[in-house]
């Protein structure tokens, strides 16, 4: 148990559905990220955000929209997308500050867009 | 664009040996992490080494960081069946080069302890 929990687990949905996925951490820490883990690619690092900023990935397609309400909580809002979108999605939070620190992540949500 | 490559990207070998992993990665950094993934689960931290230390020990794992080439290694020692995993080399650059947010991770190497 990392402090960071994802739900669903596990999603499978068409490609004219919304869904959204949340994560949510009581670490108090002040930085959210959303990742995307492909079979056999590199993390990808979709999201971030931080209290003074959001910095994004600008080949993250629009059909991905994040949304962070407070330092707790992280959603991400999926719409209309694609076969090749299938992956398994990781959060990730951490206390950022100067010197830097380690991340925790969720167990992830292993979403299949059919 | 990719910052942390590792090498290899799969490594099997007998329980008992030892496994060492290598990462390069290409801007400033303030601090390198690795992180180990169970298949098809959340990455879990190892241990991190900052940009003004050159090694690092955490049990059986040993990490070494290079900054003049950029490359940074794990060495876990006296491997297990358990160890078998995916690890990562992830970086945080400095300010200078980059958000101190981002934490960018390599394409991993694929780990197999037989027993």
């Known amino acids: 148990e990392t402090g960071v929990t994802q739900t669903p687990r596990h999603l499978v949905m068409g490609m004219t559905n919304k869904k959204s996925l949340k994560c949510e951490q009581h670490l108090g820490h002040n930085a959210m990220y959303w990742y995307k883990q492909s079979a056999k690619k590199p993390l990808e690092l979709m999201f971030v955000?931080?209290?003074?900023?959001?910095?994004e990935n600008n080949s993250v397609p629009s059909r991905f929209s994040p949304e962070c309400p407070n330092s707790s909580h992280l959603f991400l809002h999926l719409h209309t997308l694609q076969p090749e979108d299938s992956a398994l999605y990781l959060c990730?939070?951490?206390?950022?500050?100067?010197?830097?620190?380690?991340?925790?992540f969720g167990q992830g949500t292993r979403l299949t867009v059919v | 664009s990719q910052q942390g490559e590792e090498d290899p990207q799969a490594l099997s070998i007998q329980e008992g040996e030892n496994a060492t992993m290598n990462c390069s990665y290409k801007?400033?950094?303030?601090?390198l992490q690795w992180y180990r993934q169970n298949s098809g689960r959340g990455l879990v931290h190892l241990i991190l080494i900052r940009s003004n230390e050159r090694e690092k020990h955490s049990g059986r794992l040993r990490v070494t960081l290079d900054t003049s080439k950029k490359s940074s290694s794990l060495l876990i020692t006296a491997s297990r069946a358990a160890d078998t995993a995916s690890y990562f080399c992830a970086t945080v650059a400095l300010p200078s080069s980059g958000s101190a947010r981002q934490l960018t991770f390599g394409s991993g190497t694929q780990l197999t302890v037989l027993p």
């Open positions: 955000y931080s209290l003074e900023e959001r910095v």
């Open positions: 801007t400033s950094i303030n601090n």
């Open positions: 990730a939070s951490r206390a950022d500050h100067a010197d830097g620190a380690e991340a925790f």
